[in-house]
């Protein structure tokens, strides 16, 4: 709607022909499958209707459906392939999966049957992250039907013992986990190396580059494709007249290689048929090229992604990312309201969704939003920014587009109840969230603005007119603006217009005394979501943490910390910028201690799909006795001892622990991913710039990832005393 308002007010004629009220699923329904696809013969690029795609297929021994593993559409379009092919097949189909291992086919067979619940079932098969909302829908489907489903892959724990004990373990393995391993363990082609290399190239250290297909014949993405090619093997022979519907990430099919081939070897005389299914922004449009990758292509509408690193997205022709979490308690029955938050500008979403399941996760889902520009702040840490002065217009036209794309998807998959939807916003972010309560046009929803940022722009903007909304209006739309006086003149003027937009506006002070304040904000957001406020037992104790400067980090991260205390000791606690008055009040030791640092999660790994070190860097004041303290977590290493693809060291100012001494030394072994963090809550600026300054001729190098302290791990503080 925003978009619309930029270029003509005569939108909301054009919509006033629109007599009907839409149902409320109208409005986050996805479009239909038909409308969002566009099949390809994989050799000649004619184009195929779904009915003459499903007859070519169904003759066929095995079908191979390489996926995207998170594209909403591409998991649309497999689950109605499989039900064609249960009706042209007249169920005598076997569904392959990839996203189960081979030692859970039990528990699958159990559930299939009815013997065990879904419950029972997910606890002990292992289903991705993604599996209620991309592959439960085939497993309901072959349930209700009565067929078979193969778990086609290799169990995760042979691979990790083959990968640190080789291939002589499986001559200790028990008759059970043989059971598990493919009959045979037979080469893939040295074509699909070569893909393979150039796939992992810049991650030399993850592959083989140079070895051979037999020396390959253990690494882990041949125990893959071994495993599903013989599971698709014996799937034909256990069911004499059946297909096998195979369902794998497109790799492992492409160019009719990896489990393709592996299938091949196995029965040479098998129909095989492939198809390749490809996310397109504009699927009409997309065109072959190259040579051949699979017998049918099928490109797919780019609308949405569902669970991947924690992370989610909507396609707006860049992506909106996100994070979100869910109440265990949620179900269709018992739905629940849903949080959006905006962080302020330099925080991620995935602090801000730390904070909010602290204070909300019980009794809401939550969608974090990531602002779509990156950028490194002055603490040399990676946050984000929600828009440029420049680009203003176009930027929150995006940000308010994609939230709705996003609350339209988790509406589709999850348990939520859309009469109950709250925006809220802090800083930068609460600017967004005016925008989106103003300028959107198909969420009804609250929105909160806490201490809206660098909002000169929104004034720009022009607003919807009520005169043209015509039979099809927005849904209801509230904006709460919470600021201080320095705020009150400016936005009530501006409110004054939203309410004129028919947007109910208002503005309210904030308390001046942080504790009330802290209430105040939480009372807004438990009532905009139709919860009630919880009564909690604290003392009549009050304590802070001091935060220095202007770092939103720096205040986000004492806020955090002052919301642990305040749940784990019942005192109430807040983050401020200035000492209190009253004498009585407590200030929080900010001090880290080594004990806390050895608590699970405090640590921080270093980012990266294939590990790092995380180095510690201590101050240079800290006492030798102390020093020695942190040099000691070296040896106990808790991150190499959760995962063999992290470590920690430790860099002090002395002899052979020097910062540049470390590093040097972790170049010679070849490590080159790292992170390094202060061991204090949030580093002085002044002091980080002159350690990072220090090691600028690593940078070409190695890739280093900054964090300006420990602040902002989850548990820090829990043991200070009150």
Known sequence: MLRACLFAYSFYAAVAAHADEPNDSERWSAQSLQ??????????????????????????????????????????????????????????????LEMFERDVQPVLNEYLSGKVEEDAFLAASRPWSNYREAYRPLVERAKLAGTPVIAANFPRSLTRR????????????????RTWLPKQFLPNTPAYWKRTDNATRGHQGFVMPGTSGDERLYSTQSLWDNAMGEACADALDQHPGFSVLHLN?????????????????????????????????????????????????????????????????????????????????????????????????????KEAMALCKLQFGEEAAIATIAAPYKAIGEDYAVGGRWYWPETFAEDVDVIADGTQRVWAYLLRHFPIDADRVCVVGEGTGGTVASVIAVHSDRMKHQAIAIRPSRYSKVKDLPLPLPDYFGDDPPPPRKLT???????????????????????????????????????????????????????????????FLLVEGRS??????????????????????????????????????????????MREGVLPRCPGPFGGTTVIILPDDLQQSDADAWLAIENEDPLAA?????????????????????????????????????????????????????????????????????????????????
Do not use: C
Not at 645 to 655: E, G, T
């Open 35 to 96: 409308q969002s696809i566009s099949i390809r013969n994989g050799r000649t690029d004619e184009r195929l209707t779904f009915d003459q795609l499903i007859a070519n297929i169904s003759t066929a021994d095995a079908i191979f459906l390489g996926e995207s593993h998170t594209d909403e559409t591409t998991h649309r379009f497999q689950l109605a392939v499989y039900e064609r092919l249960l009706t042209s097949r007249k169920s005598k189909i076997v569904l392959g």
């Open 162 to 177: 083959l990968a640190m004990e080789g291939p002589d373990v499986l001559e200790s393995l028990s008759a059970e986990e």
């Open 249 to 349: 990430g497109k790799f492992h099919s492409a160019y009719w290689d990896g489990a393709v081939h592996q299938l091949r070897q196995r029965k040479p005389d098998a129909m095989i048929k492939t198809i390749s299914i490809v996310p397109q922004t504009t699927p009409a449009t997309a065109e072959l090229k190259g040579i051949p990758v699979a017998d049918y292509v099928v490109y797919v509408e780019s609308r949405a992604t569902n669970i991947e690193s924690g992370q989610r997205s909507v396609q707006i022709g860049r992506e909106l990312k996100y994070r979100f979490h869910l109440p265990s308690a949620a179900n269709s029955g018992s739905p629940v309201p849903l949080l959006f938050w905006l962080a302020d500008d330099g925080l991620t979403a």
């Open 481 to 543: 603006v919470v600021g201080d006086d320095s705020l009150s003149d400016e936005w009530q003027k501006e409110l004054a217009q939203y309410r004129d937009a028919e947007v109910e506006s208002n503005f309210q002070l904030s308390e001046s005394d942080p504790w009330e304040s802290n209430r105040q904000r939480e009372a807004l957001i438990h009532e905009a979501l139709g919860l009630q406020m919880k009564e909690t037992n604290v003392s009549n104790d009050r304590q």
């Open 552 to 597: 939103p980090r720096a205040l986000y991260w004492a806020t955090l910390q002052a919301e642990q205390l305040t749940q784990s000791h019942g005192v109430p606690t807040v983050a401020v910028s200035s000492i209190p008055s009253d004498d009585d009040m407590k200030q929080v030791n900010t001090a880290v201690k080594v004990e806390a640092v």
């Open 642 to 722: 959760k995962s063999r693809f992290h470590r920690v060291r430790v860099a002090h100012n002395s002899d052979g622990h020097r910062l540049t001494e470390v590093l040097k030394k972790l170049q010679s072994e070849n490590r080159k991913n790292i992170l390094l963090v202060p061991a204090v809550f949030y580093a002085d600026l002044s002091w980080l710039r002159s350690q990072r300054e220090s090691v600028l001729d690593f940078e070409n190098t190695m890739t280093l990832h900054w964090q300006p302290g420990l602040g902002g791990r989850p548990g820090l503080l829990v043991d200070e005393e009150n």
